[in-house]
């Protein structure tokens, strides 16, 4: 069992970390405007394909190793480690991007959001009130820990909804 949550785990977290590295390294020399819906419609779809082997590996332990039978328990322990294994890659990677090559994605992100809300015709309260919430937002990234559970926050609830479902749907009494 340990050997296929690995697996699964390491080749989910390198398919969600290349995505991210490579849409983020194409937007960071991206000329002109960046479309942030395409990218994280992008993300999120990766997510999904990568956490689509949370169902494989237990579908697997299931059926190879287990004479066909798993408890929603054991079929949910295998996704939430494969989920932390492939979330914690993605985090360490986002770091080492965010930190030794695009230091200033908060800036470019917060003149988009800016940008966007100025284009809305927005009230100035409101920018003021979004400019405030971006400054914070920048401020708070750029502590690693906060970074990390932030990165976390958007990857992990995506493999635990996943692993859910599949621990419902593949789990079998005797």
Known sequence: ?????????????????????LTMNYYSHCEGDVNWTTSMLLGYASMLIAFSLIYVAIRNYRDRHNKGVISFGKAFQM????????????????????????????????????????????????????????????????????NSLMTYAEILPVGLLVTLICSFILKRKN
Do not use: C
């Open 1 to 21: 069992m340990q050997k296929n949550i690995l697996r699964n785990g390491l080749i989910s977290g390198i398919i969600v970390s290349a995505t991210m590295l």
């Open 79 to 146: 996704g939430l480690f494969i989920s932390l294994i492939a979330s914690t890659m993605y985090v360490l990677s986002w770091l080492i991007f965010f930190y030794g090559f695009h230091p200033d994605f908060m800036d470019k992100y917060s003149a988009h959001e800016i940008a966007t809300l100025q284009a809305s015709g927005a009230s100035p309260e409101a920018m003021a009130a979004k400019h405030k919430e971006l400054t914070d937002m920048s401020r708070i990234y750029k502590n690693p820990l906060m």
